[in-house]
């Protein structure tokens, strides 16, 4: 399980939950379709407890980021304030076209999955981390390197 915190339209406010977004994430897996158009991340802010797994499988297919994805799977669940109907037809596979009607929609290209389901300062700490790591390691092997070497010329 994974933190989730993304942004959402004030329609959605209060209205989505842990609980049943895994289940409409298990229910769409099991049966792909394509799905509405992200309705944009808005002001409000949501944090979602959910399987890393399966967010990082539906943004995949839809390609798009796990907030897009998640947005319009709630989209499609919750439908619009203005109620806007769902689009039901049936899903390709990844690469399959919008439908017909639906031409201003196209899939986002593919982005790097290191960060998805963490904060950006989460992501920042890590690399830090990282390059701390690295300097210590580097550190050591020259340390090392050098009493070798200065263990051969007292030889």
Same mark, same amino acid.
Request: hydrophobic residues 35%; contains cysteine; proline residues 9%.
């Given at each position: 399980m994974a933190t989730f915190t993304f942004r959402i339209p004030d329609g959605m406010k209060g209205r989505l939950s842990s609980t049943e977004m895994r289940s409409w994430l298990t229910q769409f897996l099991r049966n792909p379709h394509s799905l509405p158009p992200d309705p944009g991340s808005g002001y409000? #802010?949501? $944090?979602?407890?959910?399987? #890393?797994?399966?967010?990082?499988?539906?943004?995949?297919?839809? #390609?798009? $980021?796990? $907030?897009?994805?998640? #947005?319009?799977?709630a989209q499609e669940r919750l439908g619009s304030p203005e109620g806007a109907r769902m689009n039901s037809e049936p899903y390709s596979g990844p690469m399959s076209l919008p439908a017909a009607g639906n031409t201003s929609w196209r899939p986002a290209p593919g982005r790097p999955t290191a960060m998805e389901g963490q904060s950006r300062e989460d992501g920042l700490g890590k690399a830090v981390a990282q390059l701390i790591a690295s300097v210590i390691t580097l550190a050591l092997v020259l340390l090392v390197v050098y009493f070798i070497s200065k263990s051969k010329k007292q030889v």
């Amino acid at each position: 399980m994974a933190t989730f915190t993304f942004r959402i339209p004030d329609g959605m406010k209060g209205r989505l939950s842990s609980t049943e977004m895994r289940s409409w994430l298990t229910q769409f897996l099991r049966n792909p379709h394509s799905l509405p158009p992200d309705p944009g991340s808005g002001y409000e #802010r949501i $944090s979602l407890t959910l399987p #890393r797994g399966l967010v990082q499988t539906a943004a995949f297919n839809l #390609r798009c $980021s796990p $907030s897009q994805a998640l #947005r319009r799977l709630a989209q499609e669940r919750l439908g619009s304030p203005e109620g806007a109907r769902m689009n039901s037809e049936p899903y390709s596979g990844p690469m399959s076209l919008p439908a017909a009607g639906n031409t201003s929609w196209r899939p986002a290209p593919g982005r790097p999955t290191a960060m998805e389901g963490q904060s950006r300062e989460d992501g920042l700490g890590k690399a830090v981390a990282q390059l701390i790591a690295s300097v210590i390691t580097l550190a050591l092997v020259l340390l090392v390197v050098y009493f070798i070497s200065k263990s051969k010329k007292q030889v």
